[in-house]
């Protein structure tokens, strides 16, 4: 067995095993219900060679930065960047960027653990036969019995609580017999999943009108709108801005080549998601259309619904949400390192007992946005429940700040040389690109979409019926005249669903991002399931 380079936190034992883990953090439940529809609303493959330059352009120089931070001063986020403060003479108060990516790493895996929670879930229900010959009305029924019945609260609990065991088992057990051996074997049993469930689509779906939408170029669908829609997918799917690139740097081993594996992994995530995309478009929408139906909607209410069709369909509908547990597990452990690592150096207490007392922490965290779908669903602060005000503080402020000050502080506070130095050998031409686009590109690019992301979220409070402060201004300042949506416009010819997404009879809320401008119509009277997740809550980092 190789013998690991040893940090007093950790190490992994093989090279390879940092593209797996980065793979594993990267690949999330956005490939499944936002990325098919990004591409087929933007222009198919245009879209796809759009989002690449995105990827490689700007938020590649990111993920190598903090990967490389990490790999150069074998720590996390906070202590490495407290050395490099320390060699550049800096002032303290850049301290607190580290700290700020931890508290975004906490955050956002109190939530994503909901969410895996309901894909275990639904693991059961497949495989006991609970969606067999389900509708639509049906099926956003057992989501809303699951998630928003106030009388029910305690079952959602509870495989809250079993995910959380699961996240929290593999990270005591240490990281090379923990986190690397779960995660070399569970990425890529993932991936063979997800190919054999590509096969069966092929054989039972509708591959050719998947790939028309997917893959086929369009250019009459390619526009601005475009080009944002996979700016902000490229930098909020990838785990930038809390600290995961940089532990994970820190625990590559000797010969570990950083930039080609994170190139590598940025073209498989791609792949991952064009794959699944043609998967889920070819069996959830029949091969036609998504008709503005992505998100939440789509993969907790329409794809059961029409896996209930195939043969076999308890076991092939418990095979894709065991598939979909894996990668918020192998999410979910990937944003947890950071956290425990950084306990860990603060405090020196044995791993097992830091994941426990962080595994505990996040439970404890999660309740806040499971109970905002349900017991807490009426108490709002300025017309947002507590879920989706972690969501626009982590989108919209901690992440794109994190990864600003970041891109500042190697751009512009250490030497040439000491940046040179971090980043380690690479080519005369990718070196130049990448020490200018820390420093002029990336802070200008993630300001932008900080800005617009979280303006974008609060017109939306408005138009839900927040009285926030924000409501009294002009909408022109917070939304650009002519301008629909943060992320998209709408699908042509898509209609508003009236009602809310666990409504009885109604089908699943038409699915929308968070910057969305356009607001649900108000149901006459509550109905079951009424404050069930909105796809328009679900921001892209939280998964």
Same mark, same amino acid.
């Given at each position: 067995?190789?013998?690991?380079?040893?940090?007093? #936190?950790?190490?992994?034992?093989?090279?390879?095993?940092?593209?797996?883990?980065?793979?594993?953090?990267?690949? =999330?439940? /956005?490939?499944?219900?936002?990325?098919?529809?990004?591409?087929?609303?933007?222009?198919?493959?245009?879209?796809?060679?759009?989002?690449?330059?995105? &990827?490689?352009?700007?938020?590649?120089?990111?993920?190598?930065?903090?990967?490389?931070?990490?790999?150069?001063?074998?720590?996390?986020?906070?202590?490495?960047?407290?050395?490099?403060?320390?060699?550049?003479? *800096?002032?303290?108060?850049?301290?607190?960027?580290?700290?700020?990516?931890?508290?975004?790493?906490?955050?956002?895996?109190?939530?994503?653990?909901?969410?895996?929670?309901?894909?275990?879930?639904?693991?059961?229900?497949?495989?006991?036969?609970?969606?067999?010959?389900?509708?639509?009305?049906?099926?956003?029924?057992?989501?809303?019995?699951?998630?928003?019945?106030?009388?029910?609260?305690?079952?959602?609990?509870?495989?809250?609580?079993?995910?959380?065991?699961?996240?929290?088992?593999?990270?005591?057990?240490?990281?090379?017999?923990?986190?690397?051996?779960?995660?070399?074997?569970?990425?890529?049993?993932?991936?063979?999943?997800?190919?054999?469930?590509?096969?069966?689509?092929?054989?039972?779906?509708?591959?050719?009108?998947?790939?028309?939408?997917?893959? *086929?170029?369009?250019?009459?669908?390619?526009?601005?709108?475009?080009?944002?829609? /996979?700016?902000?997918?490229?930098?909020?799917?990838?785990?930038?801005?809390?600290?995961?690139?940089?532990?994970?740097?820190?625990?590559?081993?000797?010969?570990?080549?950083?930039?080609?594996?994170?190139?590598?992994?940025?073209?498989?995530?791609?792949?991952?998601?064009?794959?699944?995309?043609?998967?889920?478009?070819?069996?959830?929408?029949?091969?036609?259309?998504?008709?503005?139906?992505?998100?939440?909607?789509?993969?907790?209410?329409?794809?059961?619904?029409?896996?209930?069709?195939?043969?076999?369909?308890?076991?092939?509908?418990?095979?894709?949400?065991?598939?979909?547990?894996?990668?918020?597990?192998?999410?979910?452990?990937?944003?947890?390192?950071?956290?425990?690592?950084?306990?860990?150096?603060?405090?020196?207490?044995?791993?097992?007992?830091? *994941?426990?007392?962080?595994?505990?922490?996040?439970?404890?965290?999660?309740?806040?946005?499971?109970?905002?779908?349900?017991?807490?669903?009426?108490?709002?602060?300025?017309?947002?429940?507590?879920?989706?005000?972690?969501?626009?503080?982590?989108?919209?402020?901690?992440?794109?700040?994190?990864?600003?000050?970041?891109?500042?502080?190697?751009?512009?506070?250490?030497?040439? =040389?000491?940046?040179?130095?971090? &980043?380690?050998?690479?080519?005369?031409?990718?070196?130049?690109?990448?020490?200018?686009?820390?420093?002029?590109?990336?802070?200008?690019?993630?300001?932008?979409?900080? #800005?617009?992301?979280?303006?974008?979220? &609060?017109?939306?409070?408005?138009?839900?019926?927040?009285? =926030?402060?924000?409501?009294?201004?002009?909408?022109?300042?917070?939304?650009?005249?002519?301008?629909?949506?943060?992320?998209?416009?709408?699908?042509?010819?898509?209609?508003?669903?009236?009602?809310?997404?666990?409504?009885?009879?109604?089908? /699943?809320?038409?699915?929308?991002?968070?910057?969305?401008?356009? /607001?649900?119509?108000?149901?006459?009277?509550?109905?079951?399931?009424?404050?069930?997740?909105?796809?328009?809550?679900?921001?892209?980092?939280?998964?």
């Amino acid at each position: 067995m190789p013998t690991p380079y040893q940090t007093h #936190i950790g190490s992994f034992t093989r090279k390879s095993t940092f593209f797996w883990a980065a793979l594993g953090a990267t690949v =999330g439940l /956005a490939n499944l219900w936002q990325f098919p529809y990004l591409a087929s609303l933007h222009g198919g493959g245009l879209f796809i060679l759009i989002y690449l330059a995105c &990827l490689l352009l700007v938020t590649l120089p990111l993920m190598v930065t903090e990967a490389a931070l990490g790999r150069h001063s074998r720590h996390g986020l906070v202590l490495a960047l407290d050395g490099f403060v320390r060699s550049a003479k *800096a002032s303290n108060a850049w301290l607190i960027v580290g700290r700020l990516g931890i508290l975004a790493a906490f955050l956002v895996l109190s939530f994503t653990a909901v969410f895996g929670s309901i894909a275990l879930a639904y693991v059961f229900y497949g495989a006991v036969g609970k969606f067999s010959g389900i509708d639509q009305a049906g099926a956003t029924q057992i989501l809303a019995g699951l998630v928003s019945d106030p009388r029910e609260y305690r079952v959602f609990m509870s495989w809250h609580a079993l995910f959380l065991v699961l996240v929290i088992w593999v990270s005591i057990q240490g990281v090379a017999s923990g986190l690397e051996r779960a995660l070399r074997v569970v990425v890529p049993g993932a991936l063979l999943l997800m190919v054999a469930l590509f096969a069966l689509a092929v054989w039972h779906g509708r591959i050719d009108g998947a790939i028309e939408h997917i893959l *086929a170029t369009h250019p009459e669908d390619v526009s601005f709108a475009s080009v944002k829609a /996979a700016l902000f997918h490229a930098f909020f799917t990838l785990g930038l801005g809390m600290g995961v690139w940089a532990i994970f740097g820190a625990y590559t081993a000797p010969g570990t080549r950083l930039k080609r594996s994170i190139l590598a992994v940025v073209l498989m995530d791609t792949l991952v998601a064009i794959v699944a995309g043609l998967m889920i478009f070819s069996v959830a929408t029949g091969g036609t259309s998504f008709d503005g139906e992505r998100g939440f909607g789509l993969l907790f209410v329409s794809l059961p619904v029409t896996l209930a069709e195939f043969p076999i369909s308890q076991f092939v509908i418990a095979v894709v949400f065991l598939l979909t547990v894996m990668i918020v597990w192998t999410t979910s452990l990937a944003l947890m390192e950071p956290v425990v690592g950084w306990f860990r150096e603060w405090t020196g207490a044995p791993r097992g007992w830091s *994941a426990l007392i962080i595994g505990l922490a996040v439970w404890f965290a999660g309740l806040a946005s499971l109970l905002s779908f349900n017991v807490w669903a009426s108490d709002r602060m300025a017309g947002a429940t507590v879920f989706r005000w972690l969501e626009l503080i982590t989108g919209g402020l901690l992440i794109p700040a994190v990864a600003i000050l970041v891109s500042v502080f190697t751009g512009w506070r250490i030497t040439r =040389g000491l940046s040179s130095q971090i &980043l380690g050998q690479a080519p005369k031409l990718f070196a130049g690109i990448w020490f200018w686009v820390m420093r002029l590109v990336l802070p200008v690019v993630v300001a932008y979409i900080g #800005i617009q992301y979280t303006a974008f979220s &609060l017109t939306n409070l408005c138009e839900s019926g927040s009285d =926030g402060i924000w409501c009294s201004q002009p909408a022109t300042v917070l939304l650009e005249p002519g301008e629909e949506s943060l992320l998209e416009e709408p699908a042509p010819g898509a209609e508003r669903k009236p009602g809310a997404a666990g409504a009885a009879g109604e089908q /699943a809320e038409e699915a929308l991002p968070a910057g969305d401008s356009g /607001a649900e119509e108000p149901a006459d009277e509550a109905e079951p399931g009424e404050n069930a997740p909105k796809d328009g809550e679900i921001l892209y980092h939280s998964v």
